[in-house]
């Protein structure tokens, strides 16, 4: 099971830092990925983390103000979100590859269907 947490309502050029924790299971073999969903709109790829912790990937809108990590000691995965745009609103969702230690080198998944287990959601608002 996945908890994200450190959603909230803040202004823009503001941060804040969400946080996925595991439970009931370990996800230190896993890619990790978070997507997050606007109202109305489909849910897209925001960032993903190797299993290694050694490569990220992220999506154009958000290179650069956001960065994501992991702590496979507290099997934890976040996001530090950084000057935060109105348009950054959404839920923001994080997610677990099906399958574990899969070789990164190819490249780190970005379809929501490459991922298995999600969490609830946490809302993100960002005000002008």
């Known amino acids: 099971q996945l908890q994200a947490s450190g959603g909230g309502l803040v202004q823009a050029g503001a941060s804040l830092r969400l946080t996925c924790a595991a439970s009931?299971?370990?996800?230190?073999?896993?890619?990790m990925g978070w997507f997050r969903q606007a109202p109305g709109k489909e849910r897209l790829f925001v960032a993903a983390i190797g299993w290694s912790g050694d490569n990220t990937d992220y999506d154009e809108s958000v290179k650069g103000r956001f960065t994501i990590s992991r702590d496979k000691s507290r099997n934890t995965v976040y996001l530090q979100m950084d000057y935060l745009r109105p348009e950054d609103t959404a839920v923001y969702y994080c997610?677990?590859?099906?399958?574990?230690?899969?070789?990164?080198?190819?490249?780190?998944?970005?379809?929501?269907?490459?991922?298995?287990?999600w969490g609830q959601g946490t809302l993100v608002t960002v005000s002008s």
């Open positions: 997610a677990t590859e099906g399958i574990p230690l899969v070789p990164e080198e190819s490249g780190l998944p970005r379809r929501s269907a490459e991922y298995r287990v």
């Open positions: 009931g299971r370990s996800v230190r073999a896993y890619n």
